[in-house]
C-alpha cells in the first residue's frame, strides 16, 4: 500500500510522540474523546494535537500508518451539539493506537492483542475505553503500558 493511501472516518491525535485514531460510528463520540485526550494533555504540561477530525488520509510509509489532516478541516474540530472549534494542530503523526469508544454494554475483557483494521494492509493496535470517564488520556496511556508489559 506504499505511495497510495486510504480516506478514512477517523479522528487522529498526537500525544507527545503518540499518534491516536479515534475510531467507531458516527455520533459515537470520537471527536469529544479526542478533545478530552488533548485538554487533559496540556492541563498536565504536556503537549496535545490534533491532527484531523472526522476524515484522516491513512498511507503506510516504513511499515508505519501515516494520518494525514485534510486542508479543508485543517485545525477545526467538531463537538457534537456544540459547534466547531479552532485547535490548530499538526499535519501528520504516524498512528500508533486505535481507540474506541465504548458503552457499558461493552465485552468486559476484550480480546488480547486486538487491532483495528482500516483496509487491508492497515491495522493498527485497538485500545477500548470507556464512554464518559474521568481521565481519558490515563485510561488510554494505562492500557498502552499494559500492553508493553505483555510484549517482555
Known amino acids: 500500500m506504499t505511495g497510495s493511501g486510504i480516506n478514512a472516518h477517523t479522528t487522529v491525535i498526537a500525544v507527545g510522540l503518540t499518534g491516536l485514531a479515534f475510531v467507531g460510528p458516527s ?4 471527536s469529544s474523546l479526542a478533545f ?3 485538554a487533559e494533555a496540556r492541563r ?15 498511507q503506510i510509509l516504513n511499515g508505519s500508518v501515516i494520518a494525514s ?25 504516524v498512528i500508533h493506537y486505535c ?4 458503552g457499558n454494554e461493552a465485552e ?28 481519558p488520556l490515563a485510561w488510554i496511556e494505562s492500557l498502552i503500558g499494559t500492553r508493553h508489559r505483555s510484549d517482555d
Not at 481507540?99 to 465504548?102: E, I
Request: net charge negative; glycine share 12%.
Open 99 to 102: 481507540v474506541l469508544p465504548v
Open 69 to 93: 489532516r485534510p486542508v479543508a478541516t485543517a485545525g477545526l474540530l467538531e463537538l457534537r451539539h456544540s459547534g466547531i472549534v479552532e485547535m490548530g494542530g499538526q499535519r501528520s503523526t
Open 27 to 30: 455520533g459515537s463520540g470520537k
Open 36 to 38: 478530552s485526550c488533548i
Open 108 to 135: 468486559r475483557l476484550p480480546l488480547d492483542d486486538e487491532c483495528y483494521e482500516f483496509a487491508a494492509n492497515i491495522s493498527v493496535p485497538l485500545l477500548r475505553i470507556v464512554i464518559g470517564c474521568s481521565s
Open 44 to 58: 498536565n504540561g504536556r503537549y496535545g494535537a490534533l491532527v484531523a477530525d472526522d476524515q484522516a488520509w491513512l
